[in-house]
């Protein structure tokens, strides 16, 4: 019977799994930043409408 090795191909599947889940994990916080700047934006810019009133 063959024996094969599966386990540089297991470690090597399992390293790219946390690879991609560390950066969508970075890409879900910029995007988050990104939404909250773009909302505290439009609040100052509400708010600085509203004073010149």
Do not use: C, D, T
């Amino acid at each position: 019977m063959i024996r094969i090795n599966l386990l540089p191909f297991r470690l090597a599947r399992k390293k790219e799994n946390i690879r991609r889940q560390v950066s969508v994990f970075f890409l879900s916080l910029i995007f988050i930043f990104l939404a909250l700047g773009w909302a505290l934006s439009m609040l100052n810019n509400k708010i600085s409408l509203i004073q010149n009133e």
